[in-house]
């Protein structure tokens, strides 16, 4: 599940999500983006606001390419 789609069913702004997990506007957009990864507590405090599982993140699944 991407994170936008998990926010936009919660009827969430990026801004009202960034403020909830007490981080900065760009921070949590460029999580959203998949540009950053999030730390831990981070990670679980949207999942949490958001009420998904971190496991089902797509901007979070291994990325790494088979040899």
Known sequence: MKL???R????????KISRIINVSLKHYQNIEYGMTIPTVT???HICEVLG?????????KDRRQPF
């Open 4 to 6: 936008v789609d998990a």
């Open 8 to 15: 936009k069913q919660k009827q969430l702004s990026q801004e």
């Open 42 to 44: 981070i990670a679980l």
């Open 52 to 60: 998904i599982d971190p496991r089902e993140v797509d901007e979070w």
